[in-house]
């Protein structure tokens, strides 16, 4: 008898450990930090809070050798590959703005010109995903649930709400001319009451209304150069890039309310308004798995205008380190610690400022693409007679006229070999790729591959260029990102919450292997384009 209650006790338990296995996170929160360095873990470290990024760092799991796959690495290349697993050359957001052939012009990566503003201004209406050609994870969860399970993607910029929301989720972005939240016709008729309501706040206006000044004194900002100097793009109206900012004054010169993407309150309002889709929504408040995918988008532009080196930049993140660990102990009580998943990572990260580096006496330049395009058209001109030979120039990426080239019984090959042995010329350029070689062969390793992985065969343009390490296009003040060095593509990656152990990894993994780990963890299908592989160390 005794034996018998023992062994029915065990297979309770059994069953109990079975069934705690299988369950799934209430949510599971994405948070993408915009060009969002690595380093920065620690650069800052000693300022954060115990709740915020080193939550994450101390009772997450974190791979400190964590890079993107692929060139350009710019926002939205970035969110679509966090969340398809794959890169551009699969899932087709081949940079922020590309040039199309058919259409002779540039396009946007979210652009859609069939659907209209819900809310906001009907300028920022025409946004979708329908650029991206692969499913997400979002998506891939919603299929998994047969839609029950509820997506939702929030940010200031556009494509950082509407691409990790996927194709079946709800996305909500910033209008920087209203300041108000928004979505297009392709997920909403109207905005949601507890939007509406949101709105009525009108927090942005309120967030402007106040000075920006240091959290702390400014002489204990020493991972900073100084305040005042010639390296970071003043605020229009400003004659110097300093402390302190009076943002109501600034407004006017400066985007209006869009300014508030420029300063760290944007992260504020950006929080404000994840809340406020957790409660309206009620997400993880159901039966089913549910999502909420958040982009701060005001790291990138803080980042652009003051450089990684800035003391505007260090408040910024100490400044998001704070609403972190509010937001954390938000989502302890209201799911339960354990409860929920939580993953952090950048969608690129980030140069150092041409003209700091330039005073320190470390290699730098920056490329004059303009004579560059310049020399080059005289050069075709010369070379295969007058003509428009050159129809666009865009990410390090020249296109051809190709139908002239056909008209003038020209070798599209030969030609595009000719170009890029001409572009070596140019102090600046280190490498030339041709399309042709980008078809024929495969890359496995070197700048080479991640330029291929991020060639897209009908979209990408006919000379491919990569730039000496340091060098960017056109700079002095200010910076930017784009290329497959190791500044722009070593980002964190953090998993925190439901089923994961706390610990650290150095191996390399890529960018692409977050959403297939997080389809191992949550039992669903990996999404359709997937290229990368789970994080063992995570997902086993």
């Known amino acids: 008898m005794k034996k018998t209650f023992l062994t029915g006790l065990a297979m309770l338990i059994a069953l109990a450990g079975f069934a705690q296995d299988s369950q799934k996170p209430k949510l599971v929160v994405g948070i993408v930090v915009d060009q969002m360095r690595y380093e920065y873990l620690h650069k800052f470290n000693d300022r954060f809070t115990d709740g915020g990024f080193k939550r994450l760092m101390n009772e997450g799991f974190m791979m400190k050798n964590a890079h993107y796959n692929y060139i350009p690495t710019y926002t939205g290349p970035g969110h679509s590959s966090v969340y398809t697993g794959t890169t551009p050359a699969t899932h087709g957001i081949i940079s922020n703005n590309w040039y199309v052939r058919d259409l002779g012009r540039m396009i946007y990566c979210a652009e859609d010109s069939t659907v209209s503003n819900v809310g906001g201004s009907k300028g920022s209406g025409g946004i979708s995903p329908r650029n991206l050609l692969t499913t997400t994870i979002t998506d891939e969860l919603r299929l998994s649930t047969n839609q029950r399970s509820k ?46 309501k949101f709105n009525r706040k009108k927090l942005a206006k309120k967030y402007l209304s106040n000075n920006w000044k240091p959290l702390y004194k400014s002489k204990t900002y020493i991972q900073s150069v100084a305040d005042n100097n010639d390296f970071e ?140 395009l310049t020399q080059l058209k005289g050069f075709t001109r010369e070379h295969y007679g007058e003509g428009d030979w050159i129809l666009s120039t ?40 041709t399309a042709s070689d980008m078809k024929r062969f495969e890359y496995m390793e070197g700048r080479k591959h991640l ?10 343009g006919d000379v491919l260029l990569i730039l000496e390490p340091s060098w960017l296009t056109n700079s002095s003040r200010g910076t930017t990102h784009g290329t497959g060095y190791i500044y722009d593509t070593h980002v964190p990656v953090l998993f925190y919450g439901w089923h994961i152990k706390p610990g650290f990894s150095t191996r390399y993994c890529t960018i692409t292997d977050i959403a297939p780990t997080v389809s191992m963890l949550l039992d669903i299908r990996i999404p359709n384009g997937t290229t990368g592989q789970p994080i063992q160390e995570i997902a086993d």
Do not use: C
């Open 233 to 372: 793009v003043p605020f229009t109206g400003m004659e110097t890039p300093e402390f302190p900012y009076d943002l109501e004054e600034l407004m006017e010169d400066n985007g209006g309310l869009g300014l508030i993407a420029s300063t760290p309150f944007g992260n504020d309002l950006t929080l404000d308004m994840a809340y406020a889709a957790l409660e309206g929504e009620e997400l993880g408040k159901g039966d089913e798995t549910d999502f909420l995918a958040v982009s701060f988008s005001s790291t990138d532009y803080v980042g652009h205008r003051f450089g990684p080196s800035s003391m505007e930049l260090e408040d910024t993140y100490l400044r998001l380190d704070q609403g972190l660990e509010a937001f954390f102990e938000y989502l302890d009580k209201e799911y339960g610690k354990g409860e929920y998943m939580v993953f952090l990572t950048a969608d690129h990260a980030v140069a150092e400022v041409v003209n700091y580096m330039e005073s320190i006496n470390v290699p730098t330049g920056s490329f004059n693409s303009r004579f560059a």
């Open 394 to 433: 865009a990410n390090d990426q020249i296109f051809l006229n190709r139908k002239l080239v056909a008209e003038k019984g020209l070798e599209l090959e030969k030609m595009q070999r000719e170009i890029a042995e001409f572009m070596l010329r140019f102090d600046g350029v280190k490498e030339a790729y």
């Open 451 to 460: 330029l291929q992985m991020g060639f897209n065969h009908k979209a990408s």
């Open 151 to 196: 997506v939702v993607g929030v940010a200031i910029k556009d494509r950082g709400a509407a691409l990790p929301a996927g194709h079946l989720g709800d996305a909500y972005w910033l209008d920087k001319e209203t300041g108000d939240f928004m979505t297009s016709t392709y997920y909403k008729d109207e905005l949601p009451d507890w939007l509406q």
